[in-house]
Structure formats: C-alpha cells, structure tokens
C-alpha cells in the first residue's frame, strides 16, 4: 500500500559504518529526507537528496537512492555512540506531505 | 538559525481542561506544521498553515482546534481531550508550502499525557 518502510532495528560497533534502508513508494516523489530523533527529543533533519540525484554525501553521511527500485539508503561512517537513535526516512508527497517510514532503532555498542 | 521552539515541554492535563501549546519559529518561515507522534511510531501529519491560513486538515478530531496568529507562531487548542490522545507533539516549519523543496525543521515537541 502506502506505507514507507523500514528495517525496525540495526545494531553495530563503535566505529563501524551502519547503513539503514528505507523502500517508499510513490515514483513521483521529489524529495526524500532522513530525521534522526533521540530519546524524548524531536526531529533532526540530516539529510535530503533530490529524486534526480543519486547519490549525496555530508562528512559522515551517504545518501543513495535507487529510483528504480524506490530504494534509499543512508550510511553512517565511523559511527559513534552518539549516533544511537531512531532513524526515520520521510518522501516528500503532494504539496508538501511528508510521509514517514516506521523508523530504525540503531544502537552502537561500544 | 533553524530553531523551532515548543512550550511548554511536559503537559499533564485532565479530560475537562483546556490548555495550549505553543511554537514558534523566527526564520521567516511561511509554512507551520503540527504533527502527532505516539510512542514508537512516526509523526503523523495533523494541520499545515501556509501565510496564516489553514491549508490542511488530516481529519483532526474539532478537540484539536490549531490557530496561526502570525507568521512566527502557532497555537493548538486542547479541549475534553481523551487518553488515547496522549503524545508527543511537534511542530514544524519551512519556507513556503506546495512549491520546490522545502525542508521541514521540527521543534523539540510538546510531551502531552492526558489523564
């Protein structure tokens, strides 16, 4: 149907790259976004990349979309404990709906 | 800056009260968002102010009224609220709304527990 998905849970060590998928499902969305919320705390945007785009990259961050497949991924190099939180990716529909998947646990183990 | 502030925090609030929260925004942002979040789950879209007027309304129950005195804030009205309506609420903002990209900046949300 309509939802956004997501793996629920990813766990990695301290150090090691993590990459968290996400499948959308509308072809004509012309944005997607990865939020990152931490505990009781809002919504962090992170990143974004442009449907035409496949492919962006911010220091630490890798964006990659497969248009084809409705695919996005992101991933997190070097990664620290900082970075356990949940992970939500978001496209970008009508107007400007933003749908959310179910959103990634990851949890860094020191 | 991309700050979008809540207020307040943590909210407790009885099934007969009314109470408020508020956003706001100085970015001179022209869009204003409020979204619901339960526990565990995304935030779900609730009312998009674009330029002051009520551009959408997912089907909010009349409990929730939103109100956007101007362009920097953004009240939601809470009233005989029910339990199930305990949750975090967020704000959010972006330039315009239904043209080019436009990225949404979200608040730290508003904890609310209704008893």
């Known amino acids: 149907g309509e939802d956004v998905e997501q793996s629920l849970f990813l766990s990695v060590r301290e150090g090691d790259s993590s990459v968290i998928n996400c499948t959308y499902t509308?072809?004509?969305?012309?944005?997607l976004y990865w939020y990152k919320q931490e505990p009781g705390a809002g919504l962090q945007l992170l990143t974004y990349?442009?449907?035409?785009?496949d492919m962006k990259q911010d220091q630490r961050l890798t964006v990659l979309l497969n248009k084809k497949d409705k695919h996005l991924s992101l991933r997190i190099a070097d990664t620290q404990t900082g970075d356990s939180a949940i992970y939500f990716c978001a496209e970008r529909r009508g107007g400007n709906k933003l749908v959310f998947g179910a959103g990634t646990i990851l949890r860094v183990k020191s | 800056d991309t700050e979008v502030t809540q207020t307040p925090k943590h909210l407790v609030m009885g099934m007969t009260n009314k109470k408020s929260l508020k956003c706001e925004q100085h970015?001179?942002?022209?869009?204003m968002y409020w979204y619901k979040q339960k526990a565990k789950k995304p935030p779900e879209l609730m009312f998009v102010y674009s330029y002051e007027k009520l551009s959408i309304n997912e089907s909010v129950p009349s409990r929730f009224s939103p109100e956007c005195p101007n362009s920097s804030l953004l009240n939601l009205h809470l009233h005989a609220l029910q339990p199930e309506d305990s949750a975090l609420y967020l704000c959010a903002s972006s330039q315009v709304y239904g043209r080019g990209e436009e990225t949404q900046y979200f608040g730290p949300g508003t904890r609310l527990l209704v008893l």
């Open positions: 509308d072809s004509s969305s012309t944005y």
């Open positions: 970015m001179g942002h022209r869009a």
């Open positions: 990349i442009f449907s035409n785009m």
